[in-house]
């Protein structure tokens, strides 16, 4: 992540402070929800509120993570693999956040 | 060098050498949950697209997620999240520029242990409640 520091420090403060309280709402929901058959998850993921707020984390966690295993990548890893990382990296990390955003779509909108 | 051999030059000391402490323990702490909460990002976002395909996808990861292993797994889930999340605020107030001096540093990586495992089993606790009431 070079000649990028300053945005890429502000971009994983900013979607930390985005992370926190979704985090404890997907905790609390999770603990809730423990016990749900099938059909209670497909109702609770289904009132649009939940799936957007489930979709929400994901897609803030990913672009978090991207940016936290990026800064690992450039730690640990010197060589000419670096590059190929970082790409590994950003497919992995959209690959967790537009399959939420998928599935968040399709049990709220398109049943 | 210019004849293309690199010099042995001495590296500098790593972890085998420092004298461990908290505030260490905690910064390596924030690393390793960070990685795994990345593995139960993907976890959780494979959980969702089950649950969106139908009950046949959904039946072996809700098996998983009720097996043994599966409840180990979501107990470190849970205490990465509230670890990473209590730790990730003593980086925010860092970042206000508070936070540095030694003992205090040193307060608040402990408070970030015992109140991560505390919070770990009230979710957990609330989570089993929920399970045995339904």
């Known amino acids: 992540m070079a000649h990028k520091g300053t945005s890429t420090f502000i971009a994983q403060r900013a979607s930390a402070v985005v992370l926190l309280p979704l985090a404890v709402w997907l905790a609390w929901s999770l603990a809730a929800h423990a016990g749900d058959s099938y059909e209670e998850i497909r109702a609770w993921l289904g009132a649009p509120v939940n799936a957007v707020l489930m979709a929400g984390f994901v897609l803030a966690a990913a672009f978090h993570m991207r940016i936290g295993l990026g800064e690992v990548i450039d730690d640990y890893i010197h060589s000419g693999l670096r590059g190929l990382c970082h790409a590994a990296n950003w497919l992995f990390s959209a690959a967790v956040g537009l399959a939420a955003l998928y599935a968040a779509w399709r049990l709220a909108f398109a049943g | ?134």
Not at chain 2, 43 to 54: E, I, K, N, P
Not at chain 2, 89 to 115: E, N, Q, S
């Open chain 2, 1 to 134: 060098m210019a004849d293309g051999t690199r010099a042995a030059r001495p590296l500098s000391p790593h972890l085998q050498i420092w004298r461990w402490t908290v505030t260490m323990a905690a910064s390596i702490t924030h690393r390793a949950t960070g990685l795994a909460l990345s593995a139960g990002a993907a976890l959780l976002s494979a959980w969702l697209v089950a649950a969106a395909l139908g009950p046949q996808a959904y039946a072996p990861v809700a098996a998983f997620v009720d097996s043994p292993f599966g409840l180990v797994v979501l107990a470190g889930f849970c205490w990465s999240l509230t670890f990473h999340a209590l730790n990730g605020l003593r980086h925010l107030y860092w970042d206000a520029g508070r936070g540095f001096a030694l003992k205090h540093a040193t307060m608040t990586a402990w408070l970030v242990y015992i109140g991560s495992i505390i919070l770990t089993v009230i979710v957990f606790a609330a989570g089993l409640a929920a399970k045995g009431g339904a």
